[in-house]
């Protein structure tokens, strides 16, 4: 089965509005952490946001909030105010138990277009 | 200057040939990472390196070598590839200590073609 499922393979969304990009996970680990990766046409992975699995509060980092449904295992990436320069590949990974390096899981990622 | 760098950013090469990717962090962090990217197929953790020792080896064919001579450096050492390994290779790097993980900060990757 897999860990992380992204089911939106592509999104359009207009400049300015909001946009939700759905991930959902699975894991029977108490500990957990989840993260949201952008990659621009360029290749770079650029790090957004992250959500541990014992946070009480949804995280946010500027325009990006992640909207964690602990008993749903969803972790959606809301972005408000969409810009043209969101355009790209959006990833979902999970890091599983706390050991002393983090290795993640990467979901099959969403495409999103934002058009003017 | 970037956090993470990478070179060669692309790369074309024969399935005779070896070559070897660089990466190279400049965060002071401890961990670093190998990561293949391939059209239309998630990330695949390839090496993990934690303190300069390999602790994760994800089944990859011994035609892939790590290298890792300090905490600021990774190499992959390629040879006899065959062409379903051409893909975007990432580099990736992060702290870590016992019971804290931290997100890992990644390069702008090698885009490696083999003919």
């Known amino acids: 089965a897999q860990k992380i499922t992204q089911t939106q393979p592509g999104m359009f969304v207009q400049e300015k509005e909001a946009v939700t990009l759905d991930c959902t996970y699975d894991?029977?680990?108490?500990?957990?952490?989840l993260f949201w990766y952008k990659q621009p046409s360029s290749g770079e992975m650029i790090f957004l946001i992250y959500q541990g699995s014992y946070d009480q509060q949804n995280a946010t980092e500027g325009r990006y909030s992640l909207n964690f449904q602990k008993a749903r295992k969803s972790a959606n990436l809301v972005i408000s105010a969409s810009q043209l320069g969101d355009s790209a590949m959006y990833f979902c990974?999970?890091?599983?138990?706390?050991?002393?390096?983090?290795?993640?899981?990467f979901g099959k990622g969403t495409m999103l277009l934002v058009s003017p | 200057e970037t956090g993470v760098t990478q070179t060669p950013r692309h790369l074309v090469m024969g399935m005779t040939n070896k070559k070897s990717l660089k990466c190279e962090q400049h965060?002071?962090?401890?961990?670093m990472y190998w990561y293949k990217q391939s059209a239309k197929k998630p990330l695949e953790l390839m090496f993990v390196y934690s303190l300069e020792e390999r602790v994760e080896n994800n089944s990859v064919p011994s035609r892939f070598s790590p290298e890792c001579p300090n905490s600021s450096h990774l190499f992959l050492h390629l040879h006899t590839l065959q062409p379903e390994d051409s893909a975007l290779y990432l580099c990736?790097?992060?702290?870590?200590?016992?019971?804290?993980?931290?997100?890992?900060?990644f390069g702008p990757g090698t885009r490696l073609t083999v003919t």
């Open positions: 965060l002071g962090h401890n961990a």
């Open positions: 990736a790097s992060s702290q870590s200590a016992t019971g804290e993980t931290y997100e890992q900060y």
């Open positions: 990974a999970m890091r599983e138990g706390r050991s002393g390096y983090s290795t993640l899981t």
């Open positions: 894991t029977s680990d108490p500990s957990y952490g």
